[in-house]
């Protein structure tokens, strides 16, 4: 093959459209994320800590009952649509009159559960009244996105994203500017999550003409697998997500704010977790197709990569408290040492990627739903316990604890499944 011949494979064809869809997402996530994290910044100084955790306070409890928007059905519907693209509208038409079922019930359940809230006045009661509007835009947006990622085209998917955290960003700082009730925070958050839903749903139908109202189809072939996927987002809430939550409960409104920054700065640290795994998986994928695997060869790259991490995380809590400071302002100094605990979450969730990969490389994920289904419990009944005896930084060792036990029960029982199946020696 002459050099011609091998750049054409690479430019034109089937992995040239791959290449310039990866290409499209992850520098549409990365532009996203960046404009998200300046925004915190500087929404975060104006509010301060107080009016900072009512803020997040709205957005984590309606939030939390995104968990009932049966997620996810995106999946079978991208798989569905990959196989035969014309199809599609056929598998859209028989789930989404199920989720404009979700949606009602998710914003009537969140209405209802805010009144039995009594740690909440009824200022902040109001405010997640009028945001539970936002599960409409929660449940449809993914689902029109199945059809821009099963149709390979991935640009407009991340085009709307990042349009929707721009016209976000741009309008809360000159609102946060203005020292106005963040009510209208609120308001114009749900502003962009409407207009975004608009968008995509104008694009996907010049993309693919499907039937947007229509009854309710109970598909087992297609509900089934959605639950399963649906179920691992749920447990992934109980076990990362809820921290803040129970701290509205427990706490108060300034403790939220104050551990909504390190928790959030984690969080995007965790990013760089995701991609390292997208990018190794084909990886994976080839080397368990060619045989089995030596598990002392997992081992080895599990510490290598944990003790990598945990060195970085070491150096990186020396510094994170200036950080902090530098970043958000004296008032938000109390985030520094929990964000120096939680660092090293980081750490513990490398450790794993290589067990995780191999699982779900060999199509055992199922077993992960195991494993990960223990962790809400674990991490619930730690910050209970921790945070009465220390405070927001119980919540973070609690945090850090369940993360360590959940790697260490993931590699034993991952590799006892793969050597169970003869994908280990």
Not at 45 to 73: H, M
Not at 199 to 209: D, G, H, I, P, Q
């Amino acid at each position: 093959m002459n050099f011609r011949a091998f750049l054409d494979r690479f430019t034109t064809g089937k992995f040239a459209r791959a290449l310039r869809n990866v290409s499209y997402l992850t520098a549409g996530q990365l532009a996203t994320q960046f404009v998200a994290f300046l925004g915190m910044t500087i929404i975060a100084r104006e509010l301060g800590p107080d009016n900072y955790g009512l803020y997040v306070t709205v957005f984590t409890f309606v939030g939390a009952f995104d968990i009932l928007n049966l997620k996810g059905t995106s999946r079978v519907l991208i798989r569905e649509g990959s196989k035969n693209l014309e199809s599609m509208p056929i598998s859209l038409e028989k789930l989404i009159g199920i989720k404009h079922i979700c949606a009602i019930l998710s914003i009537i359940v969140t209405i209802v559960s805010v009144f039995f809230v009594d740690k909440y006045d009824d200022f902040l009661k109001f405010y997640i009244v009028a945001y539970s509007l936002i599960h409409i835009s929660f449940v449809h947006i993914p689902v029109f996105n199945t059809i821009f990622l099963a149709a390979e085209r991935m640009k407009w998917v991340a085009l709307i994203t990042l349009g929707k955290q721009l016209f976000y960003t741009v309008f809360a700082v000159i609102i946060v500017y203005q020292k106005v009730d963040i009510l209208w925070l609120i308001l114009l958050q749900l502003s962009a999550g409407f207009l975004a839903l608009f968008v995509t749903m104008y694009l996907s139908r010049r993309v693919l003409k499907f039937k947007l109202f229509v009854w309710p189809k109970w598909e087992p072939e297609l509900l089934k697998p959605s639950l399963v996927f649906s179920a691992m987002g749920v447990v992934s809430f109980l076990h990362t997500r809820i921290d803040l939550l129970m701290i509205s409960f427990m706490g108060n409104s300034t403790e939220v704010g104050v551990y909504a920054i390190a928790f959030k700065i984690a969080k995007y640290m965790q990013m760089i977790r995701s991609q390292v795994s997208l990018a190794f998986f084909p990886m994976f994928v080839k080397r368990f197709e060619a045989g089995s695997v030596r598990l002392s060869l997992l081992l080895k790259v599990s510490l290598l990569l944990f003790s990598a991490v945990a060195a970085f995380a070491a150096i990186f809590s020396l510094v994170a408290e200036e950080l902090i400071v530098f970043l958000f302002d004296e008032k938000f100094q109390a985030s520094g040492p929990i964000l120096s605990v939680l660092i090293y979450y980081i750490a513990f969730g490398f450790m794993n990627l290589p067990f995780t990969s191999a699982v779900v490389a060999t199509g055992n994920e199922k077993s992960m739903l195991v494993i990960d289904s223990i962790a809400p419990v674990l991490n619930i009944g730690f910050n209970i316990i921790l945070y009465y005896e220390f405070g927001l930084m119980g919540i973070a060792y609690s945090t850090l604890l369940t993360r360590g036990i959940m790697t260490t029960l993931g590699v034993f029982y991952y590799s006892y499944i793969l050597k169970k199946q003869g994908r280990l020696q």
